[in-house]
């Protein structure tokens, strides 16, 4: 498999945490978006939950109209966001777990035990003419869950493995990217289009890119806590340089 230019995705989920921590509308997310772009994002994410704790219905809806790159919408299976999500009309919809207590998205998707819930959602967005992921554990079982249910994309939940490198725990870390790898290659060879994201940042992020079967790679609260420090858009072309750089060892590896 040919190693194709690595797809920048940037979550700005946490542009609106820290203006719903005050209230009132700024920093504004949509700008957020607009200057990610603008240093070389291929699309925006952001994640409208139940509880509206970041991104709100009305900047889902900014968001869309106002960007030039394709909008990725995070969202739940539930009825309430697959009717937003067919009226807003995104590009793409990735379905993740969702709990109220959580922090953020703690695992991937219960593809296995929850796979006859998730077929009509995945069918209604499709029908939408809206591209499905799958947020996944990087298992083998998730991989083929994901593909039965019929959703074109997964994308695999790189947590556990950036939790371990920045613990330095390296035989943890050398065992989750292995599952990583191991994960991307089934979801190439079963004809699923594979994406990544959670907890990366400029090395992890490297790394990763290495792996051919990889096409996007989805990555948020780094780069708004890189922003803090150098803004914005430094921080997103630092990481576009970093995948670059990790895209170019997987072609002069092949």
């Known amino acids: 498999m040919s190693a194709s230019r690595l797809r920048l995705g940037v979550n700005i989920d946490h542009v609106a945490t820290v203006r719903n921590a005050r209230g009132g509308g700024l920093p504004d997310p949509v700008r957020a978006a607009l200057l990610a772009i603008e240093a070389g994002a291929d699309g925006i994410t952001a994640h409208l939950r139940e509880d509206r704790r970041h991104i709100r219905d009305e900047d889902m809806a900014r968001i869309r109209r106002e960007i030039s790159k394709p909008l990725n919408f995070e969202m739940a299976a539930t009825d309430q966001m697959l009717d937003i999500a067919l009226r807003t009309k995104p590009h793409a919809s990735c379905l993740v777990p969702e709990k109220r207590t959580e922090r953020t998205t703690e695992g991937g998707l219960d593809v296995v035990g929850g796979h006859d819930y998730l077929v009509p959602y995945v069918d209604q967005l499709k029908r939408g003419g809206i591209r499905v992921s799958l947020f996944i554990e990087p298992s083998i079982d998730a991989i083929d869950a994901a593909r039965s249910i019929g959703a074109p994309v997964v994308e695999l939940h790189t947590g ?95």
């Open 160 to 254: 556990a493995w950036c939790h371990a490198v920045e613990n330095g725990e390296t035989e943890k870390a050398d065992h989750e990217f292995g599952r990583i790898r191991v994960a991307a290659a089934r979801a190439a060879q079963v004809g699923l289009e594979c994406h990544a994201g959670h907890g990366l940042d400029f090395a992890t992020a490297r790394k990763i890119a290495a792996l051919p079967q990889i096409v996007e790679l989805n990555i948020g609260h780094f780069l708004i806590g890189e922003a803090i420090f150098i803004g914005l858009a430094p921080a997103v072309r630092q990481m576009r340089a970093a995948m670059d750089e990790g895209r170019r060892q997987a072609v002069a590896g092949a």
